[in-house]
């Protein structure tokens, strides 16, 4: 049982992994252009964890909590050395659930070998089919290659899912043609609404196409039911007539704050309670049990109560 839980009845499961603070595309609602990019590339706030490191914090936060999930994020975490030694530690802690997300640009070589470490399950974040919306979302070349990624991540057997961000605009034309993907492949497609997130945390209400203006638009070509939401989870989806699978992270328009169930862990070692936070707390393998505990009740003091508000913090920091 886990140790600690607020006064809304949350604690945490679920451990979001950011395994690095680099990444080999450039999406817009991540960072603001090229040369913010290269920046954030080239000058990291400090040396990523290695495996043995971050396998030792991971083993602790564990002991606490009894996670019931880790999930292996970025930055890019496909350009992580040693990722499948990290998943296989990771299962070797007793923790089964491992899952990662990733833009899929590496994922054609690397399915099958992180299958057989022990990984689970993989989300695979493409924002168009379209290539030349492709390059206008990520600032790079092509979504042809994200796609092989996702096809040789169902032959190697893993549970995939595909993520789109939709940016008023930017790639709203892309809804059906990915919907149209994603029911081809047999795999769940899930919209976000953009992320008051980074150097867009005060501006993303003008890219912010709306949940219902998703399902208004996917109304035009398809009839479908809600499906009841399952705790701590971050989307709602819906079935198609057809028994084809949605859904949409309303991050503005739906909240899930109020049983949220996860804590992230950065590349430094240390957590956060909530992607609205930029409050970092230091984890220190020195300190015993007593000050960890506090720690953790100061990440989960973090969560919001009612709604995701957002931070100046980089997606490329902290992952998605």
Known sequence: ??????????????????????????????????????????????KALTVEELLAVIRRLHGQLQFTRVRLTGGEPLLYSGLPALIKGIRDAGIPDIRLTTNGFLLERQA????????????????????AVFFAM????????VIRGIDAAIQA?????VNAVIMKGLNDSQILPLLEFAFS???????????AMGHLHQDAGRFLVTQDEML???????RFEPLTRVAA??????????????????????PFCQDCDRLRLDSQGRIYGCLSSNHPIALELEEGEEAWAGKLAAALEQKQPLRFTGSDLSMLSIGG
Not at 157 to 161: A, N, Q
Not at 233 to 254: C, H, P
């Open 1 to 46: 049982m886990a140790l600690i839980n607020d006064k809304y009845g949350r604690t945490f499961r679920t451990l979001r992994v950011s395994l690095l603070q680099h990444c080999n595309l450039g999406c817009v609602y991540c960072v603001a252009g090229d040369e913010a990019l290269k920046a954030a590339n080239s000058s990291h706030e400090g």
């Open 112 to 131: 099958a070998p992180l299958k057989a470490a022990g990984l689970e399950a993989v989300n695979v974040s493409i924002d168009a089919i379209d290539e």
């Open 138 to 145: 990520s600032r790079r070349h092509s979504a042809e290659r």
């Open 157 to 161: 057997g893993l549970d995939v899912k």
């Open 185 to 195: 492949r047999g795999v769940k497609l899930r919209f976000l609404e953009v992320m």
């Open 216 to 222: 208004r638009i996917i109304g035009e070509r398809y």
């Open 233 to 254: 989870a971050t989307a709602r989806y819906w079935r198609t007539d057809e028994g084809q699978v949605f859904g949409i992270i309303a991050n503005e328009s739906e």
